[in-house]
């Protein structure tokens, strides 16, 4: 009998509305029905791509025994963390204040007042590694509210109000400057690994955010380390199993530090993040394999991710069906010898094996091999090479897919939307910028609706429950900008204005801090406030990086203010940990460069209009139209007119403009093209 979640919109939680568990949705109701029984609530976090949540899954919430223990000791309760971040976030800072680490699935028990008394992740079903049986722990805890409740309200108490002092310090007044910023890639080369790329030890995650920042400072000065350490990281990326070498598009991270072995599990915003990177790399240094990569990636999202309403889901899963039928990690991706000769035949699974690096005895578990550019002997035919790879993706579709996570998130379909528009707009992929269009009406239809706020989730059509975030609002802003851009449709411009002037009613505080929920939102325990970057751009910095663009759209000192105020928190940070301000030191290299502002008086599409678009001043804002109405789409196109009735290109910054230019290459030197 289906429980309670399957009144939901989230994939993750319809993955558990059969399980024997009683679950409840997070609601007040849960909090009400744990006050009413008096016990205590069991709540557990995860998402539907996330592999040890469904082991976890599997062997406890589908047990008999452990479901009933569970329904008659506690009110369980199963939040999506990507359709909660809010309620994920709170939790998670206790874990890993208790603990000194976390990760999913998240297990916390709290009173029915929602505060937390005991944590974990994942709890085997028997003991082992030191860990106890989820059973011991059920127990246990049922034991303590029992038999020792006053200790377990001290507990709570005490944690509550250790979260509640944890005030942020946002660095005071004043903007990182050039000190803050040559401070911050001094860190970032000190863990810089030399090697193989990338930024720390294993596993090792892709650094989008760092490498924008990277590509940004060597744009605003030239620096050759910081765009040696972006095109090294992004090169070995490329060439590593974390990339899809038949597919496109990337996986989540590597195990090991050399980028061989993936996490296979594949998320929209790593894919939209890295591809807007690999084509602004390719705009940096015009690499063919930065143009492959991104395009390879924009087409993956489009094929395997976009939904039947036009958006973005939000993952594949790592797990698949192996030829047994078994679920196993990797199953869909990865090859031995013999599946090499059986679908290419002795000669052409030579040649593959010594190209994509698949041994005898494997790279990953049971002898098989995680596809990779190995790269060293010399000059390869890429004829052959294309016609193995056609082949082994032909026969990969044969196999039983990874599963998708099929809701629709706000903040990543802003960076997709971001991405998609970009890499169509360099590389005369009009399909992919209709895409991104595509998109952002799904947005404004379904997320925005009646209600004139941003919905966090939609799943086939439908508005989830949950209210957006500010990563919400500010990838989404980011999104609509790039999208203005690139189409010279000003309704985008508008839809963006739109959003962050709710970024300024909702979610800044004093001093410029901002909050990552709205100030009428849900009151939980803590009200979030993370300046720093995850897997995408933290909430505070993507809203300053867009406030800072709108701000040069439009001439707004309100918005222009604000993001000034929120970049205090990067001149706090990027020197402490710049590989986890990656995306405000961006913003503060925007900041640092003007940003130049760029009205193209012509024809969307036409050689200025690109040219603008091309250009590598970090967050340079372009605006094109043509005609009388142009100025009524852009502010930044009134009273802009022809010279000699040819297009023409003017750039601002610092309240100051050039003289006008009709000839591209000097355009193109005015921007750093």
């Not at 590593?240 to 996986?251: E, K, S, V």
């Amino acid at each position: 009998m289906a429980n309670r979640l399957a009144q939901t919109t989230s994939p993750y939680l319809l993955q558990h509305a059969d399980n024997p568990v009683d679950w409840w949705p997070w609601s007040p109701e849960a909090f009400e029905e744990a006050r009413k029984r008096d016990v205590p609530v069991l709540l557990s976090v995860g998402y539907a791509s996330c592999h040890w949540c469904h082991v976890m899954a599997h062997e406890s919430f589908e047990d008999d025994d452990t479901a009933a223990y569970l329904n008659a000791h506690f009110v369980p309760v199963k939040v999506d963390r990507e359709e909660r971040p809010d309620v994920d976030a709170v939790y998670m800072e206790a874990v890993q204040a208790a603990t000194g680490h976390g990760g999913w699935p998240m297990t916390v028990f709290l009173t029915p007042d929602a505060e937390p008394f005991y944590f974990g992740t994942y709890f085997p079903p028997e003991p082992r590694h030191g860990s106890p049986s989820f059973q011991q722990v059920l127990e246990g805890v049922t034991a303590a509210w029992t038999d020792r409740r006053d200790e377990v309200a001290e507990v709570a108490g005490r944690i509550v109000a250790d979260l509640a002092g944890r005030s942020l310090v946002h660095g005071g007044d004043g903007v990182p400057g050039e000190s803050e910023v040559a401070q911050a890639l001094l860190g970032l080369t000190r863990e810089y690994d030399e090697q193989h790329g990338g930024f720390g030890g294993a596993p090792k995650f892709p650094p989008a955010m760092v490498v924008e920042f990277l590509l940004r400072h060597y744009a605003r000065t030239g620096a050759e380390g910081a765009l040696q350490m972006a095109a090294d990281t992004c090169t070995a990326m490329a060439r590593g199993g974390i990339y899809d070498q038949l597919g496109g598009g990337f996986a989540r991270y590597s195990v090991d530090r050399e980028w061989t072995v993936p996490h296979f599990e594949k998320m929209l915003y790593d894919n939209a993040l890295l591809c807007r990177v690999y084509a602004r790399l390719w705009r940096t240094t015009g690499s063919d394999e930065a143009r492959r990569i991104a395009l390879e990636t924009a087409d993956f999202m489009v094929r395997e991710l976009r939904t039947a309403e036009g958006g973005f889901a939000s993952a594949l899963d790592a797990d698949s069906e192996d030829a047994e039928g078994k679920h196993v990690e990797g199953a869909f991706y990865v090859w031995t010898p013999a599946q090499l000769r059986e679908v290419l035949g002795e000669d052409d699974a030579a040649f593959a094996a010594a190209y994509f690096g698949v041994t005898e005895d494997g790279t990953f578990e049971e002898g098989a091999s995680v596809l990779r550019l190995a790269g060293g002997a010399g000059p390869v035919d890429a004829a052959r090479v294309a016609g193995v790879r056609a082949r082994l993706l032909a026969a990969r579709d044969e196999r039983p897919h990874p599963g998708r996570d099929d809701k629709v998130v706000a903040a990543w379909n802003g960076l997709a939307i971001a991405a998609l528009a970009e890499t169509g707009a360099y590389f005369d992929r009009p399909d992919l910028v209709e895409r991104a269009t595509e998109a952002a009406d799904l947005l404004v239809r379904v997320h925005l609706g009646e209600v004139a706020r941003l919905t966090r989730t939609s799943k086939d059509g439908r508005a989830g429950d949950n209210a957006g975030v500010l990563e919400d609002y500010g990838d989404v802003a980011e999104g609509f900008l790039a999208l203005a851009a690139v189409t010279g449709e000003g309704a985008w411009l508008e839809f963006a204005g739109f959003l962050l002037d709710i970024v300024l009613e909702q979610f800044t505080g004093e001093g410029g801090q901002l909050y990552d929920t709205a100030h009428d939102a849900e009151q939980l325990i803590r009200r979030p406030q993370d300046p720093t970057d995850s897997a995408t751009p933290s909430g505070w910095t993507a809203a300053a990086g867009a406030l800072l663009s709108y701000a040069a759209y439009t001439g707004s000192e309100a918005h222009r203010t604000a993001a000034e105020g929120a970049l205090g928190v990067v001149k706090a940070l990027g020197p402490r940990v710049p590989r986890f301000v990656g995306w405000g030191l961006a913003v503060a290299e925007a900041l640092l460069d003007g940003p130049r502002e760029v009205a193209v008086a012509g024809p969307v599409g036409g050689e200025l209009h690109r040219t603008a678009l091309l250009g590598r001043a970090p967050g340079a804002v372009v605006a094109a139209g043509e005609g009388p109405g142009a100025g009524a789409e852009f502010p930044l196109l009134v009273d802009r007119p022809l010279v000699g009735g040819e297009p023409t290109a003017y750039v601002c910054r610092h309240f100051v403009c050039d003289a006008p230019t009709t000839d591209a290459g000097e355009l193109a030197a005015k921007l750093g093209g």
